[in-house]
Each structure stands twice: as C-alpha cells, then as structure tokens.
Nanobody, 124 residues
Framework: QVQLVESGGGLVQAGGSLRLSCAAS????????MGWFRQAPGKERNFVAAISRGGGVTHYADSVKGRFTISRDNAKNSVFLQMNSLKSEDTAVYYC?????????????????WGQGTQVTVSS
C-alpha cells in the first residue's frame, strides 16, 4: 500500500512558476514509476508527466514539453513537478500516481495508487 500526498498548488499569474511535490508513504517508493496527471473542470483526467523508478527515463505530454520538469528523490520518497511559463490552460487539479510493473507512463489504468490532488489556478 502506498499513500500519496500532493502539495504546492496555488494561484499564479500566467508566465509564472509553481513546484508541486508528492510525498509517498512506505519503504518501497523506489520500486514505483511515478506520474502526474491533471483534471480541469468538466474534463477527463489527462497525463502530464512521468518518471521511471530510478529517475533515468521521463515522459511528457506534448502540451507541457519544455515548460514542465518531473524529478524524484527516492531517499526522500518524493516526486516533484516544476512548472514554468504557466498558461491559463494549465489550470486544473493535479494528481500524482504510483505505478508498479512495466513503465507505461500515459495510461491512467496502469497506475495503482493516486493522491487526492492539489489545485493549480493560472490567472491570465
């Protein structure tokens, strides 16, 4: 069992930056691939970024490439999402998720555990 708690969301102006954090419980964090997803009001939850167990492989949605960076610190059981050059369309609830098994970054159904989410609002 893995429990995930996101933090770092908030209100920011367009062009600004935020850094999201996700803290995981348990001593097996390094055995999970980690991902970030987001869900805007009235829309589906969509993939944002993912990172492999050891941190050597990352994957991003086209809409955030070059602006967002995912990283992890296995010693601190944490994964991060640095978000720069934020746009109004980035407004959403952001969720982190943990995936055991083969690294399949985009598929929501392949993630085993989810956090409760943190709200990011970008004002234009």
């Amino acid at each position: 069992q893995v429990q995930l708690v996101e933090s770092g969301g908030g209100l920011v102006q367009a062009g600004g930056s935020l850094r999201l954090s996700c803290a995981a419980s348990g001593r097996t964090f390094s055995s999970y691939n980690m991902g970030w997803f987001r869900q805007a009001p009235g829309k589906e939850r969509n993939f944002v970024a993912a990172i492999s167990r050891g941190g050597g492989v990352t994957h991003y949605a086209d809409s955030v490439k070059g602006r967002f960076t995912i990283s992890r610190d296995n010693a601190k059981n944490s994964v991060f999402l640095q978000m720069n050059s934020l746009k109004s369309e980035d407004t959403a609830v952001y969720y982190c998720a943990a995936q055991g098994g083969t690294f399949q970054p985009i598929l929501k159904r392949m993630y085993d555990y989810w956090g409760q989410g943190t709200q990011v609002t970008v004002s234009s």
